[in-house]
């Protein structure tokens, strides 16, 4: 199945107000083709989830600069002040949480799990609201799972049917969004037929994949 799309087609599913997943570290392997897309279109009050909010007016940090982000659930978000002066100014509720938590936590979502016990910020503003669980005399917090509408996933070479290969760090966090959004689309630098990629390279399968754009075209 032949899953390559226009991009208007691609984004014709995201709408305001949806909660959108988004992979990248720190700008690395972030879909910016999509995220300029987005813009484009309009889309507003969006929640995002991701490792961080990129850097001030790069990747994630377009949509913050654009005024399109109403929350974000994020490990760091340090290298874009953009994100300290909108929570100032009551225009941006952020959720941080530590980084393995995260991650668990969308890796949770997309394997159909309930949710995961970890250690990780008993004792701190992290538990608050939380239910804690003592196992063996030690106390955990129950971590629910992070899904969204949509995610948006960036890939070095992408095949007609959705495989994904990725370069070196851009891996990141797009492997287990690409898992846990109910619409994935893959922003390709390079798209191949099928067979092109050896399997041991594949780390997205098609099968979670809904539509491939290229990389750099905005139609």
């Given at each position: 199945?032949?899953?390559?799309?226009?991009?208007?087609?691609a984004?014709?599913?995201i709408?305001?107000?949806?909660t959108?997943m988004?992979g990248?570290?720190?700008s690395?392997?972030?879909?910016?083709t999509?995220i300029?897309?987005i813009?484009?279109k309009?889309?507003?009050?969006l929640?995002?989830?991701?490792n961080?909010?990129?850097?001030?007016?790069e990747?994630?940090?377009?949509?913050?600069?654009?005024?399109r982000?109403?929350?974000?659930?994020a490990s760091?978000?340090?290298?874009n002040?953009?994100?300290?002066?909108?929570?100032?100014?009551g225009?941006?509720?952020v959720?941080?949480?530590?980084?393995?938590?995260?991650?668990?936590?969308?890796?949770s979502?997309?394997?159909?799990?309930?949710?995961?016990?970890?250690?990780s910020?008993?004792?701190?503003?992290?538990a608050?609201?939380?239910?804690?669980?003592n196992?063996?005399?030690k106390?955990?917090?129950l971590e629910?799972?992070?899904?969204?509408?949509?995610?948006l996933?960036?890939?070095?070479?992408v095949d007609?049917?959705?495989n994904?290969?990725?370069?070196?760090?851009?891996?990141?966090?797009?492997?287990l969004?690409a898992?846990?959004?109910?619409y994935?689309?893959?922003?390709?630098?390079e798209?191949?037929?099928v067979?092109?990629?050896?399997?041991?390279?594949?780390?997205?399968p098609?099968i979670?994949?809904?539509?491939?754009?290229?990389?750099?075209?905005?139609?």
């Amino acid at each position: 199945m032949n899953k390559v799309k226009s991009m208007e087609a691609a984004i014709d599913h995201i709408k305001d107000g949806m909660t959108i997943m988004i992979g990248g570290f720190m700008s690395n392997g972030a879909p910016k083709t999509l995220i300029e897309a987005i813009i484009g279109k309009g889309v507003k009050d969006l929640t995002v989830i991701s490792n961080d909010c990129g850097h001030e007016n790069e990747g994630i940090g377009r949509l913050l600069a654009e005024g399109r982000i109403k929350a974000m659930y994020a490990s760091h978000v340090g290298l874009n002040p953009e994100v300290g002066r909108k929570m100032a100014s009551g225009d941006l509720k952020v959720t941080l949480m530590p980084q393995g938590t995260l991650a668990e936590r969308i890796r949770s979502a997309g394997s159909g799990l309930g949710g995961f016990l970890t250690p990780s910020g008993v004792g701190t503003i992290v538990a608050e609201g939380k239910q804690i669980i003592n196992l063996n005399g030690k106390d955990y917090l129950l971590e629910l799972p992070l899904k969204g509408d949509v995610a948006l996933v960036k890939a070095s070479i992408v095949d007609e049917s959705g495989n994904c290969y990725y370069r070196g760090s851009t891996r990141n966090f797009n492997t287990l969004i690409a898992m846990a959004g109910d619409y994935v689309i893959v922003e390709a630098d390079e798209i191949v037929t099928v067979g092109s990629i050896q399997p041991e390279n594949v780390a997205t399968p098609g099968i979670l994949v809904d539509a491939i754009v290229k990389a750099g075209a905005l139609s």
